[in-house]
């Protein structure tokens, strides 16, 4: 992963399944204050940070089709 600093865009995923883009403010100790678009900002550790929205994306697991619990509307 490439050090990202201060101005830097980034991406990264909230609730594991919103890639949210932001912009760093400052970096100090592995830990990276970011600001969202709309206001706002958080402190989040260097791995939750993505270089491109490809990445973050890619980094989403969800349940896989085989494993996901049927409902009654898949018999149908």
Do not use: Q
Not at 30 to 43: H, Q, S
Request: include cysteine; glycine fraction near 10%.
């Amino acid at each position: 992963m490439v050090k990202m600093k201060a101005g830097d865009t980034a991406y990264i995923v909230e609730s594991n399944r919103i890639v949210r883009e932001v912009k760093i403010i400052s970096c100090s100790g592995g830990m990276y204050l970011v600001k969202f678009e709309g206001g706002g900002g958080i402190r989040v550790r260097e791995h939750r940070l993505f270089a491109t929205e490809e990445e973050a994306k890619k980094s989403i697991t969800g349940l896989k089709d085989e494993f996901r619990k049927k409902t009654p509307y898949d018999y149908m």
